[in-house]
């Protein structure tokens, strides 16, 4: 790898009239995260211009948001989502849900701080601001990012959580959201993994099926996207891209987000994942619903 030929070659598929659009796929999706931040700065020192800006001012639409999403540091990409998910009018709930509920605490404790060197007030703030009531406070709760990350299992306390879940939703009239909270958002994976099925024996269905009979909008996506990442991150992002393609229209906020942000960290497992779940690859997948460049640089995203 060399930084200061993949800048000369990325100039060069820019400069003059028109622009070499393969070419910028081609040097950029063989490179990963870090590289790609050589690279922009051997841009800037040896061609003395900005690559983003160039990108920008040469791409556009849907295509041109993945190239610089490609081009942005795994935290700062995950800042600016959040941002952009809460700034102007209406909420993309989606994308906080997503972004807070899947990330570890190192990953969130990184965000935070982004987020405020970047805008200048905290991400917490922001979130208050733009959500309310039960929701706005799972979000909160998972800004903290103080999920307990060890691996031990109390089997007393697990029986315990899981007869609290109960007596908080299915049992009584109404739903005590708060104790669904306090457990789902603070408990480490493998304990909940044992509160889930002490769940299932004890109320005779599973917990994501409580969720959804107790809970309503938001709040209700946002707890099942906790479980589902704690059961399996692959197949929570493999369900967030199918819904992202399926049926009329395409919500290329999410497919561009998915496919950027985990291209490096779990492609390959979700990709099994989608193709268990819904008998089609990925790949193909992607290729029935978008075109063009666009569609190109999704596919080398996906790989084979």
Known sequence: FSAEQEAQALRKAMKGFGTDEDAIIEI???LNVSQRQQVLITYKSSIGRDLIDDLKSELSGNFERVIVGMMTPTTMYDVHELRRAMKGAGTDEGCLIEILASRTNEEIRRINENYQLQYGCTLEEDIVSDTSSMFRRVL??????????GTYVDDALAQQDAQCLYEAGEKKWGTDEVQFMAILCTRNRCHLLRVFDAYRGIANK???DSIKSEMSGDLEDALLAVVKCVRNKPAYFAERLYKSMKGLGTDDNTLIRV???????????????????YGKSLYSFIKGDCSGDYRKVLLRLCGG
């Open 28 to 30: 950029l999706t063989k």
């Open 140 to 149: 909160v709760s998972l800004t903290t990012g103080n999920r307990d990350e």
């Open 206 to 208: 599973d917990i994501t």
């Open 259 to 277: 496919m950027v942000s985990r291209s490096e960290i779990d492609m390959l497992d979700i990709r099994r994942e989608f193709l268990t779940m």
